[in-house]
């Protein structure tokens, strides 16, 4: 082989390698920091909370239909979190890492957005949103919307969540 030839597969060879160790850290950046929202996802954030917070007369979110036996909030009995409660409305509640979660926990084994908690029709459902980790009602874990009743336990990661009246 030439001094040509093997000079360029040296080189080959140094691009490829960086290639490789600038995806591992845009991976690792991804894991600990979340996606980067570009501009027209932040500008269009900004104009909605300022929608909502003007037109909030108008469409307030309504609770749910109060009975004895209907939940009223979404409590987290075991984790980091314990002791934190949320009112159920009709507006789905996002569980997760994230800044724009309704309930944030501070979990190694929780996304970024990890699950939903919604209610549709006469009933409140659980919804994994794609984690790595998976979602569990009781011990099974739960691969698409599933029915909630009261006193359920949602586990996420290390964390326990309830509905409760």
């Known amino acids: 082989m030439s ?4 000079f360029l597969i040296r080189i080959g060879y ?8 600038f995806a591992a850290l845009s991976v690792v950046r991804t894991d ?10 932040k500008a269009s954030a900004n104009v909605n909370t300022r929608s909502k917070t003007q037109g909030s007369s108008k469409r307030a979110a309504k609770p749910a ?24 409305t009709e507006v789905p509640i996002v ?10 926990l501070d979990d190694d084994y929780v996304s970024t957005r990890h699950a939903r908690v919604g209610y549709s029709g006469d009933q409140w459902f659980v919804e ?12 099974a874990r739960i691969h698409q ?8 336990q949602i586990r996420i990661g ?8």
């Open 3 to 6: 001094q040509l030839t093997l």
């Open 145 to 152: 919307a599933t029915a909630l009743v009261m006193g359920a």
């Open 32 to 41: 600990l920091f979340g996606v980067r929202a570009s501009k027209a996802q």
């Open 95 to 104: 569980i997760g890492r994230g800044a724009d979660a309704r309930i944030i």
């Open 65 to 88: 239909k109060k009975s004895k036996r209907t939940p009223t909030q979404l409590v987290v009995t075991a984790g980091s979190s314990a002791g934190t409660s949320v009112p159920l």
């Open 128 to 139: 994994d949103l794609g984690s790595t980790n998976g979602t569990y009602l009781g011990s």
């Open 14 to 21: 140094l691009v490829a390698l960086w290639i490789f160790v």
């Open 158 to 165: 290390k964390t326990i969540l309830e509905l409760r009246p």
